[in-house]
């Protein structure tokens, strides 16, 4: 196994993982402003960057979830799903990416009359996470 998401202390195995792309983004500003022609002229300039991005898309079988230590592919998609909304530490190809909060997570699934789901697409979406620390409070007072 050597890409995984760990939630909570928990390993969730990441199954049939075919592509794995980050974007770094920046907040921009923008004004306007006439110069001395008196000719528009647009100023921007970066503000701060902002979060890391991610996105992952797997696709797996249900044997691929049975041989991962699932029981089937539902208890596999269940695991994805919850995993939304919470924070989780990445790691690809047995290192740590970051610490990323699961945005979403979408699912496509191939349809048969033989077995319900033979096969499923998923697609998920991180954007970068942090846990805010307490500030620590001092007590300042004059030597006595």
């Known amino acids: 196994m050597e890409n995984y998401i760990v939630q909570n202390g928990v390993v969730i195995p ?3 993982a075919s592509s794995f792309s980050t974007g770094d983004g920046l907040d921009l500003s923008q004004r306007f ?3 001395y022609s008196k000719r528009p002229q647009s100023l921007v300039f970066r503000k701060r960057n902002t979060a890391l991005t991610a996105s992952m898309q797997l696709s797996f079988t249900n044997q691929m979830c049975i041989d991962n230590g699932f029981l089937h592919i539902f208890d596999y998609i269940d695991k994805l ?3 939304v909304g919470e924070l989780v530490d990445l790691w690809w190809n047995w290192r740590k990416i970051s610490q990323f909060i699961v945005v ?3 699912f496509s699934a191939v349809t048969d ?3 319900i ?3 499923m697409a998923v697609s998920l979406a991180f954007t970068e996470g942090f846990v805010r620390r307490e500030t620590l409070y001092t007590a300042v007072s004059t030597l006595g």
């Open 117 to 119: 789901f033979p096969a």
């Open 113 to 115: 009359c033989q077995s």
């Open 14 to 16: 990441i199954v049939g």
């Open 33 to 35: 402003a006439y110069d």
């Open 81 to 83: 799903q919850s995993v």
């Open 104 to 106: 979403s997570a979408q």
